[in-house]
Each structure stands twice: as structure tokens, then as C-alpha cells.
């Protein structure tokens, strides 16, 4: 079983920054994927940010050049650092892993960049 939690979330003015931090219960190195999704209200989650075990990133359209997707095996965790945040930011993200085939989820933390 693998416990995902993630942590840095808040409320924040547009423009401004938040580093979200998703810490894993197993070694950073046995995880295949770690990414970030969020999920507006009223909208399906959506894929933000990716990284796979060899450290290829990918983003969503509407976070690049804005999102940085970054992972540290010391502390077996995957940070997101969002800059320039917008009002359309505005959701609950969550961090996934996947693990020998297996799909794993945090809890969840919630993101507001007011206007």
C-alpha cells in the first residue's frame, strides 16, 4: 500500500506562488509516475503536471511556463511549484502515483488564487 500526502496549499492572490509538496510512504525510485491533478468544481480532474521514473515532465497547456513539476528521492517527494497563479487555478489538487501498474491518490489539498 502506498500513502500519499500532500501538503502547501492555501489562498493566494493572483499572481502570486504556492509550492505544493506530496510526500510518498515508498522509496521515490519504485514509483513508475508521480503527478499532480486538479479538480474545479463542477469540472472533471484533469492532468497538471507529470513525472515519470526517468524524469520526464509533462504539463497541461494552461500551466506551462507557469508550473514546475520537480521530484527529491532524499525526501521522497514530488513538489509542484506554481507561479503566476491565476483565478482559473482555483481547485482541489491532488497528487497520484503509479506503482507497478497500481493507480494511488492523496487526500487532496485545496488551491484559491482570488483576483
Known amino acids: 500500500q502506498v500513502q500519499l500526502v500532500e501538503s502547501g496549499g492555501g489562498l493566494v492572490q493572483a499572481g502570486g506562488s504556492l509550492r505544493l509538496s506530496c510526500a510518498a510512504s515508498?522509496?521515490?525510485?519504485?514509483?513508475?509516475?508521480m503527478g499532480w491533478y486538479r479538480q474545479a468544481p463542477g469540472k472533471q480532474r484533469e492532468l497538471v503536471a507529470v513525472v515519470t521514473s526517468g524524469g520526464t515532465t509533462n504539463y497541461a497547456d494552461s500551466v506551462k511556463g507557469r508550473f514546475t513539476i520537480s521530484r527529491t528521492s532524499a525526501k521522497k517527494t514530488v513538489d509542484l511549484q506554481m507561479n503566476s497563479l491565476k483565478p482559473e487555478d482555483t481547485a482541489a489538487y491532488y497528487c497520484k502515483a503509479v506503482v507497478a501498474g497500481k493507480h494511488y491518490w492523496g487526500q487532496g489539498t485545496q488551491v484559491t488564487v482570488s483576483s
Open positions: 515508498v522509496s521515490i525510485f519504485s514509483i513508475n509516475s
